[in-house]
């Protein structure tokens, strides 16, 4: 009983077909469950969980891959089985994925040609924001990114942002469009009656400085909402 009791739970204890690692290379990446691919970035695990089991509850106790990307190292590293080393570990796979989401082949700036190309510039990192950011996206007269400015961060409220600090930086580089959005810590994209009105501020100040707003999106967790395919917020609805 005692020798139970004492035993450590190793990856070395599965069947080959069932070690994480060997599963990768042999099926590929796409095939493992969260909890393996974190396994193979911990490696080991600790006494009475094998890696696999500590990944587990780490995605239980943080609330899945959504909360482990908006976990602070702080949170992760006191985790038990994780310290500091494997919870950087970690957040540098998530910067990666992060990083990889916004590439852009040849380091040419994107076009936007539909609210979704904006969408997938930017989905990564705010999903994975704790707080509302506002954040504007510089488009030139082929509507290529110029750049993409964060304005502003806490809840949207049109009595505290400024629509003066949203063209700002449009302005100083000249830019012909913006597109703006915000994120909902929530994960429900579906915009409120506050996103609505600042919307309208917003387009109406554009049509003064003569820089078109084509859009306003609200970020969820995975998803999007278009004001402009919606019909709300533009040209007075």
């Known amino acids: 009983m005692d020798k139970i009791k004492n035993a450590v739970y190793r990856i070395t204890d599965l069947e080959n077909d069932d070690r994480p690692r060997e599963r990768l290379i042999k099926i590929g990446p796409q095939a493992l469950k969260d909890a393996e691919l974190i396994a193979i970035l911990l490696r080991v695990g600790v006494r009475g969980e094998n890696s696999v089991q500590v990944?587990?509850?780490?995605?239980?106790?943080?609330?899945?891959?959504?909360?482990?990307?908006?976990?602070?190292?702080?949170?992760?590293?006191?985790?038990?089985?994780?310290?500091?080393?494997?919870?950087?570990?970690?957040?540098?796979?998530?910067?990666?994925?992060?990083?990889?989401?916004?590439?852009?082949?040849?380091?040419?700036?994107?076009?936007?040609?539909?609210?979704?190309?904006?969408?997938?510039?930017?989905m990564y990192e705010m999903s994975g924001l704790v707080q509302e950011e506002l954040w504007v996206l510089l488009l030139d007269t082929r509507n290529r990114k110029i750049s993409l400015e964060k304005i502003y961060k806490g809840s949207l409220n049109n009595s505290l942002i400024r629509v003066a600090e949203v063209f700002k930086p449009a302005v100083q580089c000249?830019?012909?469009?913006?597109?703006?959005?915000?994120?909902?810590?929530?994960?429900?994209?579906?915009?409120?009656?506050?996103?609505?009105?600042?919307?309208?501020?917003?387009?109406?100040?554009g049509e003064l400085l003569g820089v078109d707003v084509l859009d306003h999106l609200v970020i969820g967790q995975g998803n999007f909402v278009s004001l402009k395919e919606s019909g709300v917020g533009f040209s007075g609805k």
């Not at 995605?59 to 919870?87: V, W, Y």
């Not at 959005?181 to 309208?200: C, F, K, L, V």
């Open 174 to 205: 000249n830019a012909a469009s913006i597109v703006i959005m915000h994120n909902h810590p929530s994960g429900d994209s579906s915009p409120s009656q506050e996103d609505i009105a600042i919307t309208r501020e917003i387009v109406k100040a």
């Open 55 to 122: 990944a587990e509850r780490l995605l239980r106790d943080l609330g899945g891959l959504s909360g482990l990307q908006r976990a602070p190292a702080g949170l992760i590293s006191t985790q038990r089985g994780i310290g500091e080393a494997k919870a950087a570990q970690i957040l540098a796979a998530i910067e990666l994925g992060r990083r990889i989401a916004t590439f852009n082949a040849g380091d040419r700036e994107p076009v936007v040609h539909s609210p979704k190309d904006v969408a997938d510039l930017v």
